[in-house]
């Protein structure tokens, strides 16, 4: 039977019973997103605050924690709901708002981590001209533009996913995702996924350009340098690094899991990596 993209509720299939269990998993889950709540909005307040912090890689910082309160708060009220819940149904249009929320937080996490790889990169190998080349005015220009495009560009994600003819309602994840919506289409989705692939590319392929040209020139300056630009380099690039390669992982198993058969893998482990780039990554950001 054809259902059309108007239905009224998505259901999540991936949820387990656990019976009583699921007031202690919900205990857990709040725990977490009051810890990520309050953390990000501390290091935010200190930031706009203290005006000796108003510089480039700070308002960089200050982005990177918004946005994390962005996904998080994409993520945990749904997941708290569904935790308690006998039936694990979302109303449509909060699920679209759910995949839009959480679509455009991994594309500003992206874009915001390749500029901040380039904030260091002209830190490092030009200190002297860091001053002029990297401005306060130019980090918030940045900033809003990289906004501004992750949000134009999704909607048109969304537009062509609200065309759609849908044949069934069950997503098979513990939250609504864009590629298993189409999938359930009837219609003919080669546009949606002509517009996916391009869509990806300029999420993750794009952003890394910068990123690895930052680092090349970053790591010839280490090379070539001092013992002290080395210290430097290490000191100011390692969390970066690390904040990197860690989202990386999360979100490549998150598209693997979303575009090939997992059945191999243990549920609760499937579970523990869907999650793992919107839990990990907005607890281990302000630590680092």
């Not at 009220?77 to 909060?94: K, N």
């Not at 910068?210 to 390692?238: D, H």
């Not at 979303?258 to 609760?268: A, N």
Request: with cysteine.
């Amino acid at each position: 039977m054809m259902v059309n993209s108007t239905l009224s509720y998505f259901l999540l299939s991936t949820y387990i019973h656990v019976g009583n269990l699921r007031y202690l998993y919900f205990m857990i889950t709040a725990i977490v997103y009051i810890v990520i709540v309050v953390a990000n909005t501390s290091l935010i307040v200190v930031i706009c605050v203290n005006r000796s912090l108003h510089e480039p890689m700070y308002l960089f910082l200050c982005s990177l924690f918004v946005n994390e309160l962005y996904g998080s708060t994409g993520l945990f009220p749904s997941l708290l709901v569904q935790i308690l819940s006998d039936i694990h149904t979302v109303f449509a249009p909060l699920c679209f708002l759910q995949i839009f929320c959480l679509f455009t937080y991994v594309h500003i996490q992206f874009c915001n981590l390749a500029v901040m790889s380039y904030d260091r990169y002209l830190a490092i190998c030009y200190p002297l001209q860091y001053n002029t080349r990297m401005t306060s005015n130019k980090a918030v220009i940045f900033i809003i533009l990289i906004w501004l495009y992750s949000f134009g560009k999704f909607m048109i994600t969304l537009s062509l996913n609200i065309r759609l003819t849908l044949c069934g309602n069950i997503i098979n994840s513990l939250y609504c995702n864009n590629y298993l919506v189409v999938k359930l289409a009837c219609s003919d989705t080669q546009v949606n996924n002509i517009y996916g692939y391009c869509g990806t590319f300029l999420t993750i392929v794009v952003p890394l350009f910068p990123i690895l040209f930052s680092y090349m020139r970053i790591l010839r300056v280490c090379f070539s340098g001092s013992k002290q630009t080395r210290q430097k380099a290490v000191s100011t690039c390692t969390p970066h690094l690390v904040s990197l390669l860690n989202f990386s992982f999360g979100c490549s198993f998150e598209i693997l899991q979303s575009r090939f058969d997992m059945s191999g893998v243990p549920s609760v482990l499937r579970i523990i990596l869907s999650l793992y780039f919107l839990i990990i990554q907005p607890l281990m950001n302000p630590v680092m």
